[in-house]
């Protein structure tokens, strides 16, 4: 199970995640994503890991997509959030890194 709580303000809109990020719950990530991404506007965009449990391989494609899409800051705090979040940032690198040299 997975709660996913969005905090919004002025500067910034943040995006809790507690629990595992598997199965149902990816989509219903995705699907909080996509009605939020419309009006980040000129706000920052905050991915809050510290609480996540676990995430299959199709959760991490949809952090790794709200990340490119938003250069989200990702909070973690535990060894394993870390871990995500490295892993997360370096996906997003290597695939910039291709475009631009015609790679990917």
Same mark, same amino acid.
């Given at each position: 199970m997975?709660?996913?709580?969005?905090?919004? =303000?002025?500067?910034?809109i943040e995006?809790? #995640? +507690? !629990? %595992?990020?598997?199965?149902?719950?990816?989509?219903? #990530?995705?699907?909080?994503?996509?009605?939020t991404?419309?009006?980040?506007?000129? %706000? $920052?965009?905050? #991915? =809050?890991? %510290? =609480?996540? $449990?676990y995430? =299959?391989?199709? !959760?991490?494609?949809?952090? %790794?997509?709200i990340?490119?899409? +938003?250069?989200?800051?990702?909070i973690?705090? $535990?060894? !394993? +959030?870390?871990?995500?979040?490295?892993?997360i940032k370096?996906?997003?690198?290597?695939?910039?890194?291709g475009v631009?040299?015609g790679?990917?």
């Open positions: 997975l709660k996913i709580s969005i905090h919004e =303000d002025e500067q910034a995006f809790t #995640l +507690s !629990g %595992r990020l598997a199965g149902p719950w990816v989509g219903e #990530l995705d699907r909080a994503w996509s009605e991404a419309p009006r980040i506007g000129n %706000r $920052t965009v905050q #991915l =809050d890991l %510290r =609480d996540l $449990t995430s =299959d391989a199709a !959760g991490k494609r949809v952090l %790794r997509a990340y490119a899409q +938003s250069k989200a800051e990702l973690a705090g $535990t060894l !394993g +959030s870390q871990q995500l979040a490295t892993e370096e996906t997003n690198s290597n695939a910039t890194k631009a040299h790679i990917a």
